[in-house]
Nanobody
Framework: QVHIVESGGGLVQPGGSLRLSCAAS????????IGWFRQAPGKEREGVSC????????LYADSVKGRFTISRDNAKNTVYLQMNSLKPEDTAVYYC???????????????????????WGQGTQVTVSS
């Protein structure tokens, strides 16, 4: 049984940093596409960043490019999202999702998004406010 747990969220001032973790049991993350998504109140869930299986290729939403970095630690079976230069508009619940590669990373992460991933964590709240 797949179990995904996100952690690392919290309250941070604008310009600050947080590192989110996505730990999984029941699957080996290296064989899966891992996506970070976020959902702000009243908005649709949107793709933030994805990392591909195997070669670890990465993609980012334009809104976070240059500020967020996704990475994977295979030894810990954990994927991270390092978030720097945080802005109030980054405030949302952040979710981690996993799925075997079924199509291109771009399609999974930013076209099909929520519909492409079958295993989800419970989410972690990120609040950026002074």
């Amino acid at each position: 049984q797949v179990h995904i747990v996100e952690s690392g969220g919290g309250l941070v001032q604008p310009g600050g940093s947080l590192r989110l973790s996505c730990a999984a049991s029941g699957i080996t993350l290296d064989y899966y596409v891992i996506g970070w998504f976020r959902q702000a109140p009243g908005k649709e869930r949107e793709g933030v960043s994805c990392i591909g299986s195997g070669d670890g290729s990465t993609l980012y939403a334009d809104s976070v490019k240059g500020r967020f970095t996704i990475s994977r630690d295979n030894a810990k079976n954990t994927v991270y999202l390092q978030m720097n230069s945080l802005k109030p508009e980054d405030t949302a619940v952040y979710y981690c999702a996993a799925e075997p590669p079924i199509t291109t990373l771009q399609t999974m992460c930013f076209t099909r998004q929520r519909g492409a991933f079958g295993s989800w964590g419970q989410g972690t709240q990120v609040t950026v406010s002074s």
